[in-house]
């Protein structure tokens, strides 16, 4: 018989590991897990409530904003608050930082240990086309003292994060997490309401068949894309190639199918967006720890995203993330073009 685990009695097994833990961090990723089963349900019948469609606002990357996008990001955010254990929230729908205050228990202030980031509902222009979505966080520790959290710890590399995951809202709800120790995955199941582990210790592979990037930016890319795409689709029984194009255009999406089967997802910069259009903070960073801790690789084209040092809450950068010697490869193109 499968083992029998949900996603809180895993983390908190994994929390046993470390004697000094306080418990703030598996509460915290208990708090994200029931945010995502209250966005999931909403998900699921938006078709049946007033939850499609655009408000008629604009985001802070200039995007229109879908009645979804509000409802999960204040869910997340309030939830946040309500939990006690962040100092600051930082929320690729909102233009700064919310900082918080440290609870006061039992007559004493007990500092906010941690930062959480969160796109609270990536995709979400395909929400009206019943494409898959979903939500992505990632967790740092504060480097500030106690009080507020202030923009110093929420602007810390890739490579000082505690957790990262994302939900993803689809013919069934799934949601994937890391903690620096492995990637495990769990379903939500409907009937008891619980997310259930189905896939511990997921590993990618360490080369593709697929490859996943929006063409229609064809003629906006540098010569090294272009040679790198056109190199997938020639035939070579050799390396595998060509390749099979998989292209959703929801990058949640997009990602889980390739950490489940192999495969590289591109954002390259173009000459539209010369500096890539994923936003570091809520996309790249989280998806690149969770793609390394199963075996893969993410990088900007030259350096390992985690890497790259935060200048701005809404910084964005280029992505090249999945399958090892896929990512590597792509790299030995953009080299050449460079030199």
């Not at 202030?150 to 602007?155: A, G, Q």
Request: charged letters at 25%.
């Amino acid at each position: 018989m499968k083992k029998f685990n949900t996603i809180y009695r895993h983390i908190v097994e994994a929390e046993r590991k470390y004697p000094e833990a306080t418990g703030q961090l598996s509460d915290l990723l208990a708090d994200i897990a029931l945010a995502c089963k209250m966005i999931s349900l909403e998900v699921n019948r938006a078709g049946l409530i007033d939850i499609l469609g655009f408000t008629g606002d604009t985001n802070v990357q200039g995007e229109e904003v879908k009645k979804l996008d509000v409802y999960a990001n204040e869910l997340l955010t309030n939830m946040m608050k309500q939990g006690g254990h962040i100092c600051a929230i930082c929320s690729e729908e909102e233009e700064n930082f919310l900082p918080l205050e440290d609870k006061f228990v039992d007559n004493k202030y007990v500092t906010n240990k941690y930062i959480c980031h969160f796109d609270p509902l990536d995709g979400s222009s395909n929400i009206d086309a019943n494409v898959s979505i979903g939500t992505i966080f990632s967790i740092y520790k504060r480097v500030s003292d106690n009080g507020p959290g202030e923009l110093r710890d929420c602007l810390q590399k890739g490579v000082d994060q505690v957790a990262a995951g994302y939900a993803i809202y689809g013919s069934s709800t799934v949601l994937v997490y890391t903690t620096g120790d492995g990637v495990h995955a769990f379903t939500l199941d409907p009937t008891a309401g619980e997310f259930l582990l189905s896939s511990e210790n997921i590993r990618i592979p360490k080369r593709s068949k697929t490859y996943s990037v929006n063409e229609g930016n064809h003629n906006k890319w540098s010569k090294g894309i272009k040679d790198y795409v056109s190199y997938l689709k020639e035939s070579d029984p050799g390396t595998g190639r060509p390749y099979s194009s998989r292209y959703i255009g929801s990058l949640v999406a997009d990602f889980h199918r390739n950490l489940l089967y192999g495969g590289i997802f591109m954002y390259p910069a173009d000459k539209k967006n010369p500096d890539g259009k994923l936003r570091l903070m809520y996309e790249a960073n989280p998806l690149s720890m969770i793609v390394e801790q199963a075996g893969g690789r993410s990088s900007n084209g030259r350096i390992r995203i985690l890497e790259i040092e935060p200048k701005a809450l809404h910084q964005r950068t280029p992505l090249f993330i999945g399958s090892e010697e896929d990512v590597l490869a792509v790299e030995r193109f953009l080299a050449t073009e460079n030199n």
